[in-house]
């Protein structure tokens, strides 16, 4: 079936450090693939999205590329600040309607 | 415009109790999903409705049910609750586009705890 797989956390990073979390995807067919992050009691919200194979998603100064032939969309970002903590989740379009697949989710801590 | 509303925020509730959760989408948007978060499972899909119909469903055992009404306020329930059952449940909205994928919004969840 469908899964996302994301790198365990926490990820420790002092600020303006280089930031990659790696995300994979198992899918039928070519899924739209997001990022989302979850701040400390808060929903979740969009950061990137990318509906097709080589589209790259960026918002914010994080970036990820959809990678057909590695199954992968590896979030980015050149430089993190402490204001960038929070808990980020890989997604995939599932199967059906409005259905989506979430990996277990990156804790990103940035310390000044 | 206002974001997707989750009442109520927290909740506590005791084993075999039933609880509603209520959710209003973003206005306009007629598509309304139901996500489960917990720390062993992560994030897993419910359910979702659309103009008052079930769509699509998850794996869930029958005791979480939910539905959606004419102005696209939607209700969760979870009857006969178990401990396994405490979790934030997270609910998004969707405008409903020709065709593919529509981007969910989502809520700030309610924080049920069964004891």
């Known amino acids: 079936g469908d899964s996302v797989t994301q790198m365990e956390g926490p990820v420790t990073l002092s600020e303006e450090a280089f930031l990659t979390i790696n995300c994979t995807y198992t899918?039928?067919?070519?899924?739209?693939l997001f990022w989302y992050v979850q701040y400390p009691g808060e929903g979740l919200q969009l950061l990137l999205k990318?509906?097709?194979?080589?589209d790259k998603g960026s918002n914010k100064g994080f970036e990820a590329t959809y990678r057909k032939e590695t199954t992968s969309f590896h979030l980015e970002k050149g430089s993190v600040q402490v204001s960038d903590s929070a808990v980020y989740f890989c997604?995939?379009?599932?199967?059906?309607?409005?259905?989506?697949?979430f990996g277990t989710g990156t804790r990103l801590l940035v310390s000044p | 415009k206002a974001g997707v509303t989750q009442t109520p925020r927290y909740l506590i509730k005791t084993r075999g109790q039933q609880v509603t959760l209520s959710c209003s989408p973003i206005?306009?948007?007629?598509?309304v999903s139901w996500y489960q978060q917990t720390p062993g499972q992560g994030l897993q899909f419910l359910f979702e409705?659309?103009?008052?119909?079930?769509?699509n469903k998850g794996n869930f055992p029958g005791r979480f049910s939910g539905r959606q009404f004419s102005n696209s306020r939607s209700e969760m329930n979870v009857s006969t609750l178990e401990l396994g059952d405490s979790a934030l449940y997270l609910c998004?909205?969707?405008?409903?586009?020709?065709?593919?994928?529509?981007?969910?919004?989502f809520g700030p969840g309610t924080r049920l705890t069964v004891l």
């Open positions: 899918a039928t067919g070519y899924p739209s």
């Open positions: 206005s306009g948007h007629r598509s």
């Open positions: 990318a509906t097709k194979a080589d």
């Open positions: 998004a909205s969707s405008l409903k586009r020709a065709s593919g994928y529509n981007e969910q919004f």
């Open positions: 409705y659309f103009s008052e119909t079930q769509r």
């Open positions: 997604a995939s379009e599932g199967t059906g309607f409005q259905k989506l697949v």
